[in-house]
Each structure stands twice: as structure tokens, then as C-alpha cells.
């Protein structure tokens, strides 16, 4: 006999129900920088997340840094509205342990605006971005008045620890160091501040530790047979220079060398406008791009390259399909706020001055679940041993300087720990 439609309802599921968790604690820790008490702009900050904690996981989705940031310059300065305080405190960040390095993403600042104007909106700047690390809705972000204060979050982002969806474990033989190089007074904020004149002080990083009872830890280990490991997205740069000439092509070499290649972003500035009272890590321009695409082994990817043409929309089109955001219209996006997504050479001398312009170009094969549980696949472009190059063909309109071609990749990275061997991180690429 058939069964009534309404037998089928979740409301009648009882046999569907949340299982209790194991047995664990979860406790937060507040872990000073462990090379200095302060820092000014241009030096390196460094913390320290200890190993051997038996039964210890990090929960990277609440890790953070703390920092109170002073202006002792005479006038006031401005942070970026983008970035925020990211602009200014983290240029390049790194990761390492036992020697071996785990992430490291130069240019920090920049990917982190690439990706506010991508994934994020007005209202997020306005709101809890401008709370948290002095962001606002526009390209010009909170002021410190000469001789004033105050205290920023920077959620931990953007790294294969970040980017993790599960937890990471703490009981390898060695703590896991995070280096944090400031960026320079000059393009890390608005105004006539110097590097010493900006003090980086009460340096804390923030976290949460889940500790399990030794029962269940024993059947997590069991389940993988003591070895642990992680998939996840990390980021590397590499940067190259054109010239201020009109009418020509630019083929920069990436070096990039990953099994697994997700993406490529790419990002232009022009040098004349990285100045002390401009908007410069937000502040990127089209420079009259007319067509872009990647060159592997000589071979075009895409096989037609992409055509940037009076506003922009296949460039962005192609950027949103690498975004997987194509199709998403309660996507969030900060795109054409202030001089515009195709802004051909911005000042960046105000909101209404700074550009939005980047390119993503996909090199996924097969387009995959971003949960790992439901069977993600690798099918990023492999460049292992090959000549992997960007080429940018440029039009008649030529810049007022030569121009910073800043190239990041998203990969795919896998960290295992094995307890049954060296109990050390060791990372694929």
C-alpha cells in the first residue's frame, strides 16, 4: 500500500536527529608576538602557535590578530576604506613549522581588496568591516587624528590554514610560526605619516583550541589511521613591470609550479599613483588592457583570449565564472563603487578616484564541490615542469607611469601529518 505524502515530511523524521558530540572542551587562548613588544611600518611581527598539545586541534575559523595601531605623525592619517587596517599591518604573511614552509602570500593587502570588491559589499564596509579593522563603504576608511588610537581585528584569511574546512592539528613535533611583514606608511595609508610614526602595539593572536577526551581522540586516530591530512586552497605572487609605452604586448613569466592550478587573478597598478596621500594597495587600474590570457608551454589558455573592451564586461563575466559567481544574483559585490571596474588610470586620490579593475582567468578542468565530504575533485591545471606565462595586450592610451602587474595564483595544497612517522607537517603543492 502506498505510503500517505505526508509520512514523507522531515517533520516526521525522527530517526533524523543531531548526534551528540564527543567528549571535548573548547578553550581560547590570547598568545602575545613572541619577537617584539611593538613594531613600526616596514618590520616583521611574529607569533607562535605551540605544538606537542596532545589531543589539540586549532579552530582557524575564530583565529585573529589584535593590534592598536598609533599615529605619531603631526597631521592625521586615513586608512584605505577596502582594507582597513589590512593595508597597513599585513603585507606579506608566511607560515612555517620544523623549518618547512607552509603558505606564504606576498602582497597580502592587495589579494585582500581584490577579494573585498569581489565577495563583499557596501554595507559589510560600512558596518562590521568598519568596526572590526576600520574599513568603510567607500575607498576611504577610518582617520586617526595625530597622536590618536585604536584597536583592530584582523580575522586570519587567505591561507591553506585559513582556508581549511577542517580543524588543524596541534600535536606535531613543532609550533607553527606566522610571519606578519607591515607594509610601508606610504601605501599602507592616506597621509604624510613615516614608517617610525606609525606604532604597531599589544600584538596578540587570537584562537580557540578543541580538545578532545583521550577516548574519542583514540577513534579519530584510528579512523585515519594516524595520519592526518588537509586539502585546501592557498595563494602564491609573483609580480612583473610594463612600461608607460602605448600599442604593445606584455608576456610575463609566473613561475608557478602546482599540480593543482584553481586560478590565476590578476591585478594593475600604476606605480606614478602609489603616494602618500592616495589610495594605493585598493586603488587598481585597467591601463587600456584590450586582451589577456595564459600561455602554457606556448599554448593559449583560454584558446581565445579574453577581450577587455570600453567597460569591461567580458573581463568581468570571466571573473565572476572563476569566482563561480556568474550566475548568483544575490552575489555580493562592491564592483563600480567609487571611479569604476574599468577605470582606465585612477588617482586614487579619493573614493571617487579609486579602481576596481582586476581579471580572473579559471583553469579548473571540472568544476567541483567546495566541500570536501561530498567528493571534490582536483581538476585545477597542472603546471608542474612547465613554462607557465601571462600575456597582456595592451591599446593606444598610455598611463601617466609604468605599470605593477601583480599576478596571484590559487592552488590547491595538501599538509599531512603522520604520527606513525616524523610527526612533522610536510606540504604537496
Known sequence: MEQPAEALSTLLSYNQKRMR??????????????????????????????????????????????VK????????????????????????????????????VNEMGILHSCFVDTDSDITYGANTAKVL?????????QELAAGASATFILPFVLSNLANSRKYIPLFGRDAITIRIETNSAVNGCIGAATDAEIVFSDLNLIYNVIELSAPAMTAVAESVGNVFTIVSDDY???????SADANQTHVANLGFAFSSV????IAQQNSSRLLAGSVCVGNRCRRDLEEVNLLINGEQLPARPIKVSDQGSEALAETLCADRSLVAYDHDSRINVGAGYAAQDPTGADAANTGSFLVEIDTESMRSPMDEAFG????GLSSLGSVFQAQLKYGSTAPSGATNIHFFCQYTSLLTLDMNTNQQFLVAV
Open 69 to 104: 595601531i598609533t599615529n605619531n605623525d603631526a597631521a592625521a592619517i586615513k586608512l584605505e576604506g577596502k582594507g582597513g587596517a589590512y593595508a597597513l599591518f599585513m603585507k606579506k604573511c608566511s607560515l612555517s613549522t620544523s623549518g618547512q614552509v607552509l603558505s606564504e
Open 262 to 265: 584553481n586560478r590565476i587573478l
Open 21 to 66: 558530540a564527543m567528549s571535548s572542551r573548547s578553550y581560547r587562548v590570547v598568545s602575545p608576538s613572541t619577537n617584539t613588544a611593538s613594531a613600526t611600518c616596514g618590520q616583521t611581527i611574529e607569533y607562535r602557535i605551540p605544538g606537542n598539545q596532545s589531543s589539540s586541534f586549532l579552530d582557524n575559523s575564530t583565529m585573529y590578530f589584535k
Open 376 to 379: 571534490g575533485l582536483y581538476s
Open 133 to 141: 579593522y576600520g574599513a568603510s563603504a567607500d575607498a576611504v576608511g
Open 236 to 242: 602564491r605572487h609573483t609580480s612583473s613591470t610594463v
